[in-house]
């Protein structure tokens, strides 16, 4: 009888290329099919009735995930991953153009890979790991964002995409192996406890698709105002890293509280509960383009906050958030699509009534005198 060769003891399973720098974690890229394959859908693992007819190593990979993480179902961390699918989806689609991103998912291989291989390029620390079928692989750091591919994965048609247009997906990730359950719990606690939030503020100057933001960066560097016998744009006089003005700041008004001044503009009253939500051109009212939106806007406040400008550098209460939010309340009946019949010279007037004949303190009489505009 006549006996065939076994198969070699060669370790068998999913092969990505990482650059080393630990030795026991490394950096890289991984196409989003085999990330799904590696990393099952957090979301599926809490359907307890699914989970009952799932395979052994799904269980087993869900009993491991439930030690490291926490759960979607319930939780903000769950209402976010619609949102989050949808803004990878634009900015797979093109439509966020390059300003778009996504952090590096943290994987944790929960056992020590299959094999090795030499370096691919001495003295680079780039090798290929093996890593096991059915070894549990979790995602310690950005489950949020796996869960949003597996959406996207499952349903491309609900975001406007292919399973073609998928398939050639790339996306950074970190691994590490040969860590216990306790080291997995530490980095987690480390990446979501030790940093800290960037201020909400200085995050929304940075958000150049909020409209409200877009155009109170328009109209700090439409407004010119005299500083130190020099015309100098508003925008170098606006503080956009704090909420709140200090007594030896040099700015003479918030930006939060400048696009808060924007927001009641357009909206009216209802502006005012917008100052912490993102607002993008979807949200505007419907009957006018956005262009003619920030047409009028611009115009109208960076009119008035000209006029206004010497009650900004006395630091009176005019750069107070809540009184810029109420001037805008009072500047919306200028806007055309609100019918107010108001205009910006009789809104000056309106304001001359509140403010009295003088800013208190600096001897300025009413109107203040215009700050001269640039030729």
């Known amino acids: 009888m006549t006996a065939m060769s076994m198969p070699s003891a060669a370790p068998e399973g999913i092969r990505v290329t990482v650059a080393a720098f630990r030795p026991t974690a490394g950096v890289g890229t991984i196409a989003l099919p085999t990330l799904l394959q590696l990393v099952p859908s957090p979301r599926q693992q809490e359907d307890k009735r699914a989970l009952k007819h799932a395979s ?14 926490r759960m979607l179902k319930g939780t903000q961390k769950g209402k976010n991953v619609d949102k989050y699918a ?18 590096p998912i943290t994987l944790w291989l929960s056992k020590e890979p299959g094999a090795a291989s030499e370096e691919l390029i001495p003295g680079s620390g780039i090798c290929t790991l093996t890593l096991t079928a059915g070894t549990p ?17 499952d349903n ?37 406890v030790e940093g800290v939030p960037v201020a909400k503020n200085l995050a929304m100057s940075m958000d150049q698709r909020d409209f409200g933001t ?30 709140q003005l200090g007594k030896t700041d040099p700015e003479v008004v918030t930006l ?31 009957e006018v383009a956005p262009e003619q939106i920030e047409r009028e806007v611009v115009d109208a406040l960076s009119t008035l906050v ?26 919306n009946p200028i806007m055309s699509w609100s019918d107010g019949g108001q205009t910006v010279d009789g809104l000056l ?10 800013t208190p303190g600096t001897g300025r009489t009413w109107p203040p005198a215009r700050a001269p505009r640039a030729p």
């Open 56 to 69: 052994g190593s799904t269980k087993r990979h869900a009993e491991v995930r439930e030690l490291v993480q």
């Open 86 to 103: 949808r803004y990878i989806g634009d900015g797979i689609k093109k439509e966020l153009g390059a300003a778009w991103s996504t952090p």
């Open 349 to 358: 007037a309106l304001l001359a009534d509140v403010a009295g004949n003088a």
């Open 156 to 192: 491309p048609a609900k975001y406007g995409l292919t399973v073609e247009e998928l398939a050639g997906v790339r996306l950074p990730f970190e691994l590490y192996w040969g860590l216990s359950v306790e080291d997995a719990r530490q980095i987690f606690y480390d990446r979501n």
């Open 306 to 331: 000209t006029e206004l400008f010497p009650y900004f550098a006395a630091r009176s209460a005019i750069s107070a958030p809540a009184v810029l939010a109420g001037i805008g309340v009072a500047a």
């Open 137 to 153: 692989v979790v995602a310690i750091d950005g489950e949020t964002q796996v869960t949003a591919l597996h959406e996207l994965s």
């Open 256 to 286: 939060s509280a400048l696009r808060g001044l924007v927001l009641t503009s357009i909206f009216g009253r209802n502006g005012i509960g917008l100052s912490s939500a993102t607002v993008h051109e979807d949200k505007l009212p419907e």
């Open 214 to 243: 877009h155009l109170a960066h328009r109209i700090a560097d439409a407004v010119k105002v005299e500083q130190e016998g020099k015309l100098v744009p508003l925008s170098t006089l606006v503080q956009s890293r704090k909420r």
